[in-house]
C-alpha cells in the first residue's frame, strides 16, 4: 500500500520560474492537505480539500493555487516563484470518521528550494 | 498569531528515563489533538490522539494528557529509547467545525541519550 506519495522529492527553482508539486494518495481519502514546513516554525497549513471539486484556503495561502479533480490528486501550483517559497512541502490525506477526523497520513515531502 | 504552542525547541533525555513533551494552545475551541514524530528527510507519522472529552489516553509506551482548564497537553514516553530521538509535533482541530483542519505547534527535537 503506496499511501501518500509525493513527487518530486527535490526541486531548485529560479525566481520567477512556476511549477506543480503533485501529490496521489490510493487510500480512498476524501480530505487532502499540502502544509509547509520552515525551520523552527513547525507545519503551516496552506491550501486543503474536503473531497474532489472543493479546496478551501489555510494559513498560508499566498503564491499558490490548488486543483482537486480527483478523490486521489491534489496538485499544488506556485506561479511565480520567489524566495519565501523555499521550505519542505507537505502533503496529507485522511478520512472523517464520526464526524471527526482523526489523523493525517503525510507524504515523505518535497525539499523546494528558490534561488 | 500562534494558537499551538511549544515552547521547549529541544529536550534531551537519558535511555530508559521518562520524556516529557508539552504543547499549549490558545484557543479555547479546540477539541481534538493529535502527536506526530518526525523523522529527518522524512513525512511526520502519526503517534497518539485525544479528544477534549478525555483527560488522558495511553498508548503503550506513550501517554498524553489534556488539562483543558489550563489549555495544555503534554505527552509522556516512558520508558525512553534511543529510537524515540526526532521532532515531535502537537496538533490542534475544532472537530466540530466541519472544516477539520488541523494546526500545528512548532515542535520540539527530543534527543534520547544511550
Known amino acids: 500500500n503506496a499511501g501518500v506519495t509525493q513527487t518530486p522529492k527535490f526541486r531548485i527553482l529560479k525566481i520567477g520560474q512556476s511549477m506543480t508539486l503533485q501529490c496521489t494518495q490510493d487510500m480512498n481519502h476524501n480530505y487532502m492537505y499540502w502544509y509547509r514546513q520552515d525551520p523552527g516554525m513547525g507545519l503551516k497549513l496552506i491550501y486543503y480539500?474536503?473531497?474532489?471539486?472543493?479546496?478551501d484556503k489555510g494559513e498560508v495561502p499566498n503564491g499558490y493555487n490548488v486543483s482537486r479533480s480527483t478523490t486521489e490528486d491534489f496538485p499544488l501550483r506556485l506561479e511565480l516563484a520567489a524566495p519565501s517559497q523555499t521550505s519542505v512541502y507537505f502533503c496529507?490525506?485522511?478520512?472523517?470518521?464520526?464526524?471527526?477526523?482523526?489523523?493525517?497520513?503525510f507524504g515523505s515531502g518535497t525539499q523546494l528550494s528558490v534561488l | 498569531d500562534q494558537q499551538v504552542k511549544q515552547n521547549s525547541p529541544s529536550l534531551s533525555v537519558q535511555e530508559g528515563r521518562i520524556s516529557i513533551l508539552n504543547c499549549d494552545y490558545t484557543?479555547?475551541?479546540?477539541?481534538?489533538f493529535l502527536w506526530y514524530k518526525k523523522y529527518p528527510a522524512e513525512g511526520p507519522t502519526f503517534l497518539i490522539s485525544?479528544?477534549?472529552?478525555?483527560d488522558k489516553n495511553e498508548d503503550g509506551r506513550f501517554t498524553v494528557f489534556l488539562n483543558k482548564s489550563a489549555k495544555h497537553l503534554s505527552l509522556h514516553i516512558v520508558p525512553s529509547q534511543p529510537g524515540d530521538s526526532a521532532v515531535y509535533f502537537c496538533?490542534?482541530?475544532?472537530?466540530?467545525?466541519?472544516?477539520?483542519?488541523?494546526?500545528f505547534g512548532t515542535g520540539t527535537r527530543l534527543k534520547v541519550l544511550a
Open positions: 484557543n479555547s475551541m479546540f477539541d481534538y
Open positions: 485525544i479528544s477534549s472529552i478525555k
Open positions: 496529507a490525506s485522511s478520512v472523517n470518521s464520526g464526524g471527526i477526523v482523526e489523523k493525517l497520513f
Open positions: 480539500s474536503v473531497g474532489a471539486g472543493i479546496t
Open positions: 496538533a490542534a482541530s475544532v472537530a466540530g467545525s466541519g472544516t477539520y483542519k488541523y494546526i
